[in-house]
């Protein structure tokens, strides 16, 4: 499967999806954010800096401060997909979030969702 697409998307295009997904089932832009903190590190500032930039996803991800090492943990399917079976590293990172973003839409506890 050819990812370049997605790869080149503009996380900045993706992010408001996430935080209407989340406030559709009174969840918030914050807990999306801390969402994103979790996985890759990102403080509030460097955030906003990518979301700016309209940074792609690929580079996203790369310059991500670190990705979490509890990552192994997110299991379940999205889009059809088992996250934890995702050979390319970076559509494994774009689920992630993706799942964990669900997770929260679902009304999971955040403590769930962050795997503490």
Aim: aromatic share 10%; with cysteine; proline share 2%.
């Amino acid at each position: 499967m050819n990812n370049t697409r997605v790869y080149k998307m503009s996380f900045a295009s993706v992010y408001p999806h996430y935080i209407q997904k989340a406030e559709k089932k009174r969840r918030t832009k914050d807990e999306v954010d801390e969402i994103i903190f979790w996985l890759t590190g990102y403080d509030q500032q460097m955030l906003q800096q990518q979301l700016d930039n309209r940074t792609d996803f690929e580079t996203f991800f790369a310059q991500a401060p670190q990705i979490n090492s509890n990552v192994s943990k997110i299991t379940g399917v999205i889009c059809g997909y088992r996250v934890e079976e995702i050979k390319e590293e970076l559509m494994q990172k774009i689920r992630y979030l993706d799942k964990l973003i669900d997770e929260l839409a679902k009304g999971k506890a955040m403590d769930k969702i962050l795997r503490k």
